[in-house]
C-alpha cells in the first residue's frame, strides 16, 4: 500500500509539519484547547462555585490541552503572545472582566494574571522544555531522543536569519535562570525539578521588586522599557489623578504660556497661537 505524501499529520495528539517551527502546532493546540474551554462555558460563570474552584478546572481542563508536547517546541516571540493572548482571554471570561476599550478603564493582560494568581505562560512553558531537556540528558547515549537533540546535518545552516532552533531557546532559558547544562545530567529528576522550580521563583522575585514599577501609573515595568513607558505615560492625560472628584477638568492639558486648561483635540492649536501672540 502506498502512503500519501502530506506536509502534516497527526501523532500521538501532536500535529506533525514538513515547515520548521512550531506556528503549526500552536495554532493546532489554540483551537483544541478554546473547544475544551467552551465545553465548560456555563460553569466558568456559575457564582455557586468558588473562584479557586474554577481556577484550578481552568489548569487541569484547558491549559493541559493548550500546553501537551510544549516541551518540544522551539516557539517564538510571536507565538508567545498569542499562547498568552489565550490565557488571558479566558481568565477575563472567569474573572467577569468586561473589555473596554478606553484607557481609564482598560485592565492589562499583566493585571489579569495578578488578580488570578495565575502563572504566566511563558514560565509554565520554560520549566516544561527544561524538563524535558533534564529527561533527555539522563538518557543512555544510544537512545533516540538523545542521538537526535545532538545530531547534527551535514550541510550549513542557511545565511541570513536562520530558523530558531529548540537548543537555542534552552540556551537562553538557562541564561535567563542562571543554571548550568551540566546540572540537568548531575542531578535526579526530583533534584531537578526542585533545581528548576527555585530558579524560577528567584528570577520571578527579581522582576517584581518595587523599584521597577512605574512612579505615575503604578504598573510594573521591565527596566530596558521603562524610558519609554514614562514617556508615554506621563503625556497621557488619562492616567493622570483626578483631585476633588472633577475628572473632566483633569483631563484638559494646560497651556505652558497662559496656563490655562483646554481640550486635548484643540489644545496643539492654542499653543501654537498663544505662543505666536506673546
Known amino acids: 500500500v502506498q502512503l500519501p505524501v502530506v506536509d502534516n499529520f497527526d501523532y500521538l495528539g501532536s500535529k506533525l509539519c514538513s515547515g520548521k517551527g512550531a506556528h503549526t502546532e500552536v495554532g493546532d493546540r489554540i483551537r483544541k484547547a478554546s473547544r475544551a474551554f467552551y465545553a465548560f462555558r456555563n460553569f466558568w460563570v456559575r457564582k455557586g462555585t468558588a473562584l479557586s474552584t474554577r481556577l484550578r478546572i481552568f489548569d487541569a481542563v484547558v491549559l493541559s490541552v493548550l500546553l501537551y508536547g510544549s516541551g518540544t517546541w522551539p516557539v517564538t516571540a510571536q507565538d508567545l503572545a498569542r499562547l498568552k493572548q489565550f490565557q488571558c482571554r479566558c481568565l477575563r471570561r472567569i474573572l467577569a472582566i468586561p473589555l473596554s476599550f478606553s484607557a481609564e478603564c482598560r485592565t492589562h493582560n499583566d493585571d489579569v494574571l495578578h488578580q488570578a494568581g495565575a502563572t504566566p505562560i511563558h514560565a509554565l512553558l520554560q520549566k516544561r522544555r527544561l524538563l524535558w531537556f533534564g529527561h533527555v540528558q539522563r538518557m543512555d547515549a544510544s537512545r533516540i531522543p538523545r542521538v537526535m537533540l545532538y545530531g547534527r546535518l ?19 532559558d538557562f541564561k535567563e535562570l542562571a543554571i548550568d547544562w551540566t546540572e ?91 505662543g505666536r501672540g506673546r
Open 154 to 172: 551535514p550541510s550549513p545552516r542557511p545565511a541570513g536569519g536562520p530558523e530558531k532552533r529548540w537548543l537555542d531557546t534552552i540556551d537562553t
Open 184 to 274: 540537568a545530567k548531575a542531578l535526579t529528576a526530583a533534584q531537578w525539578i526542585r533545581r528548576v522550580e527555585a530558579a524560577q521563583n528567584t528570577a520571578k522575585t527579581a522582576a517584581e521588586r518595587p523599584q521597577h514599577s512605574c512612579s505615575h501609573c503604578g504598573r510594573f515595568i521591565a527596566p530596558r522599557g521603562m524610558y519609554n513607558h514614562l514617556r508615554s505615560c506621563v503625556a497621557n492625560p488619562a492616567n493622570d489623578a483626578p483631585s476633588d472628584g472633577r475628572v473632566e477638568e483633569e483631563r484638559r492639558r494646560r497651556c505652558r504660556f497662559c496656563f490655562e486648561r483646554f481640550d486635548p483635540r484643540g489644545h496643539k492649536n492654542h499653543e501654537t497661537k498663544c
